[in-house]
């Protein structure tokens, strides 16, 4: 069955023929998901801009993984505005991931559904 929010082609193709490495790697991603997205929202509100940057750095591997193109997108452009000048762009920084929140549910429960196959 295809899904709606998430494309496992990156993941399937570094998993290989490796169930096992297939569903530690789909376990991961709920747990980095579950967490980060959450902790990024709370790094902005202390204006902790490095730790936001770094976090940001951290999933952009997650969100290859996940292959959920809008939420890899907004965080590229969170990525970039901290790297130029972050407190110029809070607002920006701050719709990004709410838009990455707003997906993450959906992107969350096909991460478990493909979880639970194995």
Known sequence: MPYQYIHLAYLDQMAG????????LLHMLIEDLEHNLPEMKALLQKQEWQA???????????????GNAEMARANRSIEKHLTEEPEAFPD??????????????????????EFQKK
Do not use: C, W, Y
């Not at 023929?17 to 530690?24: A, L, N, V, Y």
């Open 17 to 24: 023929d490796d169930s096992e490495t297939r569903g530690q």
């Open 52 to 66: 936001l940057q770094n976090l940001s750095h951290h999933l952009k591997s997650t969100l290859v993984f996940a």
């Open 92 to 113: 920006f920084i701050a719709l990004q991931i709410d838009a990455m929140e707003t997906l993450l549910p959906m992107v969350l429960t096909e991460l478990k559904r």
